[in-house]
Structures are given as structure tokens and as C-alpha cells.
């Protein structure tokens, strides 16, 4: 093997291991998703946010228009802070959106919907949501539900 | 009873004096790493060998496990009629486990076993101390670009191994059993992360790189120099890097995604 044809194959191999680890960056991962250019930053605050995590998804009718950047807790509110990313071509979001925190399914992850208003202004970078609905959590739907029956129980037996 | 004490005293001592020796051989090395810059093409014809002759056993067995995967997973998944997420299932386990710890087992048996053979009858026939006469150090000439070149072939391989690996499950999965072709993508896409999952995989095989290239080389640095000796050696390769690499694998698996 003479050391031209060493080399040209150690390229072709070494070639074969960049395209690998490419395709598994763009075509396996989440990589082409993180879009280059940063998007516009809104927070909105909840009462409860169990569930749901920084990189969750920030959808508005059902399509993926950022993720969560920062979940942080406000001592002075005592409210949980979300700070969201979205990607800035969408960037027409009216001033009165809402934002709730969903579940995928039954038992999937939680994310953000948005949905949106009527105001003529547009969210623009630092912008407050204020109208938010929290995550549901089963254990307090079940107990609401469960107290709920006794009182009507307790009232019934009257 | 003092012949059993002194027995595993001797053990004891022959143990961590191999360590130190396995310790002081990487320290060399490593020092020599640098020398080798001016004379690269020593590196790379140890890539040819260590790498590119690697390159069909990897793919062929990346292919299959990958098409592997695609059939347990379907039969496993599609009871919970989730066959959807076949696609995460096979990325998954290839990137962050199957991909850098099958390729560090074969890159043991295939150039691992290799290296220690040619270092141990390099040393029974003399050659290395041929070397030293000549005043060429072996450390730099022969056992440097041997680590250097597994070293580097280790994470192409295992990007190699995986990528094959999602290619082959996507032929058993799509082509075969009719899983969708952009759930299987898109799902996938979904799920896995670029700096939790890929990231970590590279830093394992980056990891197993160096762990079975210093087996190796230090193995038949270490030979006794008879052919049995160097029989013995090149068993050793096989079998300490592959307990090695699976301890090691726990141990890297637990650091990066135990939480």
C-alpha cells in the first residue's frame, strides 16, 4: 500500500465519520430546531407550574413557536416566573394573548399553549402575559372532586 | 499459611506494580504526543490500520443491531400501540449506549488485539530494543501514534456505528413494518437532545478511545517477550478493555444521566 492510498483512505474515513456525526446532529437530534438567530423573550407568571420544564415546548394552536428559557420563582409574588423564547418570525402575537400550561396526553409533557387575543399591539421582547391559567394537577383535581362529594354527602344525609 | 500470605502479598504487589507501569507508559505517551506533530504521517498510517480496517466490521454490525432494535422495539411498542415512537427507541439506545460501548467492544477484539500483538512481537523479536540502540525512543515512534490513532478513530467509529444504526432500524421499521417514515423522524427529532444525548455519547467514546488504546498498547508493551507471552497479552486486551469499557460505562452513564 503505497502512502498515497493510506492517506486518501484515512480522509475517506474521517469523512465518513464527520457526515456520521453530522447526520446524527441534524437528522437524529434537535439541532436543526435551535433556530440561529435569537427570538424575543416573554414572561408570564403562574400559581403553578409542576411539570413543566426549561426547553418545554411553547406552542400556539398546537404548532411549536418557541420553548421555555427560564422557570424562576418570585419571592416578593410568591408566583413562579416563565420566561419564553419565541422564535422571531412569529412575532405578531397580539398584547392580550393568553398562555396555559397543558399536558400532551394523558400521562405526557406538559407544555405552554397560547392562545391568542384581539388587541391591535403585538408582544414585543419583555413583555408581560397576563392572562394565564395554570397546570393542571391531578392529585388537587381528585381532591377537590373527593371533598366536593363529601360535603354533598355530609348534606344529603340531613 | 505463610506460603498462602506471602502468595497473595506477591499477588498483591504484582498487581500494583503493573498499575504503575500501566501509569508511567501513559505518562510517556502523552509526553510524546507533542513529538509527534512534525512526523504526522507515522498517525496516520496507524489510522489506516487502526480505523479505516475497522470501518467494515462496524458498519456491518451497526446495521445490524440497528435493524435489530427496530424489530424489538416494534414488537415491544406496538402492544401499546406506540410504534411511533420507534424511531426515539433506536436513536436512543444507539447514541448513548449501543453506539459507543458495541464499538469499543469490537474496536478491542478487531485493533486493540492487534496492537498488543504487533507491540509484543515487535519486543520478543527485539525490535524495540533495536530501537534504543539506535537511539530512537519506541515510546514516541511506535507506542505514541498507535494511542494517538485509536484515540482518534474511536468517536468516528461510534458516530459511524450509530448512524448506520438509525439507517438500519429505519429499513426494518419503515421499509419492513410500516411504521410511518416521518414519525419515525420527527418523533426521533423530538426527543433527542443534541448536547444531553449525542454530546454524551462522544464524551463516552472519547472516553473508551483512550481507555482501549492504553490496554493495548501497554499490554504488549508489557509482553513477555515468548510467543506465549504475547498470546497471553493479546487475551488480556480483549478481556481488560471489555471490563474496562462496561465499568466504565456504568460509571460515565450514572455521572451524565443520573440525576
Do not use: C
Not at chain 1, 35 to 61: H, I
Not at chain 2, 112 to 132: D, H, N, V, Y
Not at chain 2, 134 to 140: I, K, L, N, Q, S
Not at chain 2, 174 to 196: C, I
Amino acid at each position: 500500500m503505497t502512502t498515497r492510498a493510506t492517506e486518501i483512505w484515512v480522509g475517506i474515513f474521517v469523512a465518513a465519520g464527520l457526515a456520521a456525526l453530522f447526520m446524527l446532529a441534524m437528522k437524529v437530534s434537535n439541532l436543526a430546531s435551535y433556530s440561529g438567530d435569537e427570538g424575543y423573550e416573554v414572561s408570564a407568571r403562574f400559581e403553578d407550574v409542576s411539570g413543566l420544564k426549561v426547553r418545554s415546548p411553547v406552542t400556539m394552536s398546537g404548532v411549536r413557536i418557541g420553548r421555555v428559557r427560564q422557570i424562576v420563582f418570585d419571592d416578593q409574588a410568591l408566583q413562579a416566573v416563565v420566561v419564553m423564547e419565541i422564535e422571531p418570525h412569529h412575532n405578531l402575537l397580539p398584547k392580550d394573548t393568553s398562555a396555559s400550561i397543558y399536558t400532551a396526553g394523558l400521562l405526557g409533557e406538559k407544555y405552554v399553549g397560547l392562545e391568542a387575543g384581539g388587541d391591535e399591539q403585538n408582544l414585543v421582547q419583555g413583555d408581560e402575559i397576563k392572562l394565564t391559567q395554570d397546570s393542571l394537577v391531578l392529585e388537587k383535581l381528585i381532591g377537590q372532586f373527593v371533598s366536593k362529594f363529601m360535603t354533598e354527602a355530609g348534606s344529603g344525609d340531613r | 499459611m505463610l506460603d498462602s500470605l506471602q502468595l497473595l502479598g506477591q499477588k498483591g504487589l504484582d498487581f500494583f506494580q503493573r498499575l504503575g507501569r500501566g501509569h508511567m507508559l501513559l505518562l510517556q505517551v502523552l509526553t510524546g504526543l507533542p513529538s509527534l506533530l512534525p512526523r504526522f504521517g507515522l498517525v496516520i498510517k496507524q489510522t489506516y490500520s487502526v480505523g479505516v480496517l475497522s470501518l467494515v466490521i462496524i458498519v456491518v454490525s451497526g446495521l445490524f443491531v440497528g435493524m435489530v432494535l427496530g424489530l424489538q422495539g416494534y414488537n415491544t411498542l406496538v402492544d401499546f400501540g406506540a410504534e411511533e415512537s420507534l424511531g426515539v427507541v433506536v436513536a436512543l439506545s444507539l447514541v448513548r449506549e449501543l453506539g459507543p460501548v458495541v464499538t469499543a467492544l469490537l474496536f478491542a477484539g478487531r485493533a486493540g488485539s492487534a496492537l498488543t500483538a504487533e507491540i509484543g512481537l515487535m519486543k520478543a523479536t527485539e525490535q524495540l530494543s533495536a530501537m534504543e540502540m539506535m537511539a530512537v525512543d519506541p515510546v514516541r515512534r511506535v507506542l505514541a501514534p498507535r494511542f494517538l490513532a485509536g484515540f482518534i478513530s474511536m468517536p468516528f467509529l461510534a458516530a459511524i456505528f450509530s448512524a448506520v444504526g438509525v439507517l438500519g432500524g429505519y429499513f426494518v421499521g419503515v421499509g419492513l413494518l410500516g411504521v410511518d417514515d416521518g414519525a419515525y423522524w420527527s418523533q426521533m427529532q423530538d426527543k433527542v437532545d443534541m448536547y444531553d444525548d449525542i454530546n454524551n455519547g462522544i464524551i463516552k467514546s472519547l472516553v473508551f478511545g483512550v481507555v482501549v488504546s492504553w490496554i493495548a498498547i501497554f499490554e504488549g508493551n508489557d509482553a513477555i517477550p515468548t510467543s506465549e507471552g504475547v498470546s497471553r497479552a493479546t487475551t488480556r486486551t480483549v478481556v481488560h478493555s471489555a471490563l474496562a469499557v462496561l465499568g466504565l460505562d456504568f460509571i460515565l452513564t450514572a455521572l451524565m444521566f443520573g440525576e
